[in-house]
DNA sequence: CTTGACAACGCAAACGTTTACGTATATAAT
DNA sequence: ATTATATACGTAAACGTTTGCGTTGTCAAG
């Protein structure tokens, strides 16, 4: 049985209180007695009821994160440095983490208001926001505290870390369009998801900017996986005259899956067709040939989104609540005439 | 302010002890207040306060998994997967998750500590064990319940769910050894972790089996990163006569490594070396070429040892308490000679 | 009319903390 | 001597539940 403060109490023939005192470094208790409580607590391996503490002190040092789910399972690459991020920042500050993941295909708000109403966390992380995003509402709407991954069409003010989509397409197109190409195909994810319409738009902005059409038969929509951007790549590749001559994705799985269907149909990528990702996942330079990418720092948003919340939990004001960061272009032989 | 049991009650002038009876469906309330105080707390938007009813329960209705962490940044793609059988396992349960990241580096055994003494969790998963493994013995100790992914060399008894990484790679160098192959190369993992001794143990059986000598030169020890598997290829395939035509890995990561340095080095994978990584990520069959490799289900593996520790705690006893799955050999272009 | 059974409910303790407040003792100031 | 102040501690309420037990009221059997 674990030792509690009254079987120290007991032991010593004082207070509960101030053996809690005690403990926790707190006035009002002699330098002798505390020496005396912090030795039998020491001998009998004390370690406080962490749910008694949290139900006495109103908190639970704990933040909650929900992972979504696309496709039946998921092995984005992301989440495994995302949740670093997170876990790593959580720790220094001394809060655990809950998780949750939410199954595909089922609804995710009960998910949150089981860690809201049940008072099982005292602050959120929603990543991957969505146009219209319930979950962000309700948060709101319960003046939960959270910080989120992403924007939202809705026009509400939260606290968010977000990286630049719009111009990181821009500077993808820019790129491609200097090394030649006039057929740019793109596709793109959901466009439910918030960062998917940034995305579009920085492709639009740069098609725009260099006089070039924007045709309906280059842009397509995918799913997140690799499966999605293969089979989005075969169907460009089978347009003949028409087929594009570079084509940019909205993250680096889909790209990879351009990649394999570019092979598959001869085409050597990097020669006969460019390719380029976004989020330069730690695999996009180890495929092959290298996949140029947008970069996204995303162990440092992961700690970035929790420092944030942190902060708030702290009851700080955010000296700035918004952030929104610059993406980075890292060119690669995926889009390198040079091959 | 969240409504509590006692505000209903008092809205409804009954105690608050008949409200819970209510709200849980006990017997000794009738149905007339049942039906009141159902009304009560549909219209006031009761939910239980979740710290509370684990204090009083005993249980937090929670399970750990502390996700250990090798090199500076983790992008092991391996765990997504894992988190998601256990995730989805448990939420089926209805039972939380709470992950913790150690940093790297650091020890691990605290955050065991504070889990288990705080009585933070019902149970703990203990995910890539070592052949010794403190926190497994400290677990033992405390008679605190958990289920394992991998065994130990220690003489110890508890419950695990593993994949026979002998006869996978014992598979793998068969299949290596048919197709002609006789210098195979092998890069384990670290030695401390447990999987690296069977797969070690299963090279070695293979050769053995096989007639083939085993040569020191060819087994080199790597970290599990891609970049590791990459050093590790660079050094045997500079190693002139006595470089290998074959390399198997103890994991896909590192193969990947590997593939890259062979393409540097002007090797044709497939042709020139042929290539085989173990574990099956979803990575291994969109790289350049398919990677051949030892199938393990991550994701199934995530969900048993997950259900394994529900029912632990649920008092059951298990009816298989130690599960030793039996790897499946995926063959792709990487080691086939007609590329 | 008494007795017993049973249903419906309230009381209060318990889970293990934290903390506001009260009290006793000792020391210092008047 | 009295009063004030500080120190060291104990008491008890509180956090929001759950649950064993006691109490009241109703009704049927004796």
Redesign the interface.
């Known amino acids: 049985m ?1 030792v509690t403060l009254q079987d120290i109490a007991q032991e010593l023939n004082v207070s509960i209180a101030t053996v809690s005192r005690a403990l926790r470094g707190m006035p009002g208790v002699a330098e002798s007695t505390r020496k005396l409580v912090l030795k039998a607590a020491q001998e009998r ?1 004390y ?6 503490q ?2 006495q002190r109103q908190r ?1 040092n ?1 933040i909650g994160f929900i ?1 979504p ?1 696309f496709g039946p ?5 992301f ?3 995302l ?2 991020g997170i ?2 920042a959580a ?1 220094e500050a001394e809060f ?8 595909p295909g089922k609804d995710e708000l009960p998910g949150y ?1 089981h860690l809201v ?4 966390v005292d602050g959120l992380l929603v990543v991957r926001t969505r146009r219209q995003d319930q979950r962000i509402a309700y948060l709101l709407a319960e003046e939960f505290p959270f910080v989120a991954f992403g924007r939202t069409d809705q026009e509400l003010n939260f606290p968010y870390v977000d990286v630049d989509g719009e111009q990181g397409l821009f500077q993808v197109m820019t790129h491609l369009i200097e090394q030649g190409h006039q057929r740019i195909a793109f596709i793109n994810a959901p466009e439910e998801l918030m960062f998917a319409q940034y995305r579009l738009a920085g492709y639009r902005q740069a098609l725009a900017a260099h006089g070039l059409p924007y045709d309906d038969d280059l842009v397509r929509l995918g799913g997140l996986a ?1 499966t999605d951007g293969y089979q989005a790549g075969w169907e460009l590749f089978c347009l003949g005259e028409q087929m594009p001559t570079a084509v940019c994705t909205s993250n680096d799985l889909m790209a ?2 351009v ?2 269907a570019a ?1 598959e149909c001869g085409l050597q990528v990097g020669g006969d067709i460019a390719i380029a990702g976004f989020d330069d ?3 996009a330079q ?3 040939p290298p996949l140029t990418s947008v970069h996204q720092p995303i ?1 440092q948003i992961g700690r970035l989104i929790c420092e944030k919340l942190l902060c708030l939990l702290r009851g700080e004001e955010l000296t700035e609540p918004q952030t929104l960061l610059l993406p980075e272009l890292v060119v690669r032989e995926s889009t390198d005439y040079r091959v």
């Open positions: 674990p391996g370690y406080p009821n962490l749910t008694a949290q139900l639970t704990t992972i789910t399972r998921f092995s984005d690459p989440f495994s440095e949740l670093a876990g790593n720790a655990d983490l809950l998780v949750s993941t939410v199954a208001q109403a049940g008072r099982r690799e990879l899956g990649m394999r092979r996942i730690p695999l180890m495929a092959h162990y």
